[in-house]
T-cell receptor
Framework: GQQVMQIPQYQHVQEGEDFTTYCNSS?????IQWYKQRPGGHPVFLIQ?????EVKKQKRLTFQFGEAKKNSSLHITATQTTDVGTYFC????????????FGQGTILTVHP | NAGVTQTPKFQVLKTGQSMTLQCAQD?????MSWYRQDPGMGLRLIHY???????DQGEVPNGYNVSRSTTEDFPLRLLSAAPSQTSVYFC???????????FGQGTRLTVV
């Protein structure tokens, strides 16, 4: 599967601050998925983006897919302590779904 | 609907011992994968399967074997455990077509 690079690896914010993580690929992606893993938990699917320039919102979370379909971002407005965890992006396109790999993830810490 | 059931949740092995991590899904997904997660390394793909009787290697397959005799089950075998295999292991079942991944609860393995 196509590799995706995720930045930053770590992010520490004060509660109420915004947070953004980026997912980048050197090649065009078919679609991108985002997952959240709470500390001690397992990754849970958040959303999938398919179209060029697509923007989707889930409450305080905004997901974007770049126009060239080579990058994506997850933005959290006014972070809360419940946002703590690791956020992963995943290239979900192609025909070999089982082999698809994840980005390294961004570990978000929110200080109250 | 149980989704993905992964057992055991915790395991301690001595170097050289063998064991099998069990993974079962009840969603009739063709694609299943095994990942290991280490601090700062994200999710690394060990082995994957695109259907019963078909398996292939991922990024870090050495020291692990898999088989897929049925659609439901995808066990991961550690042949001769080594301390480097201390990790958290996740099994994932991937939705056909959409590619959405459903994860098991994880197995925390310590090799001493």
């Amino acid at each position: 599967g196509q590799q995706v690079m995720q930045i930053p690896q770590y992010q520490h914010v004060q509660e109420g601050e915004d947070f953004t993580t980026y997912c980048n690929s050197s090649t065009t992606l078919s679609n991108i998925q985002w997952y959240k893993q709470r500390p001690g938990g397992h990754p849970v699917f958040l959303i999938q983006l398919v179209k060029s320039g697509e923007v989707k919102k889930q409450k305080r979370l905004t997901f974007q897919f770049g126009e060239a379909k080579k990058n994506s971002s997850l933005h959290i407005t006014a972070t809360q302590t419940t946002d703590v965890g690791t956020y992963f992006c995943r290239n979900a396109g192609g025909t070999s779904y089982g082999k698809l790999t994840f980005g390294q993830g961004t570990i978000l810490t929110v200080h109250p | 609907n149980a989704g993905v059931t992964q057992t055991p949740k915790f395991q301690v092995l001595k170097t050289g011992q063998s064991m099998t991590l069990q993974c079962a899904q009840d969603m009739n997904h063709e694609y299943m994968s095994w990942y290991r997660q280490d601090p700062g390394m994200g999710l690394r793909l060990i082995h994957y399967s695109v259907g019963a009787g078909i398996t292939d290697q991922g990024e870090v397959p050495n020291g692990y074997n898999v088989s897929r005799s049925t659609t439901e089950d995808f066990p991961l075998r550690l042949l001769s455990a080594a301390p480097s295999q201390t990790s958290v292991y996740f099994c994932a079942s991937i939705e056909t077509g959409g590619g959405k991944a459903f994860f098991g609860q994880g197995t925390r393995l310590t090799v001493v």
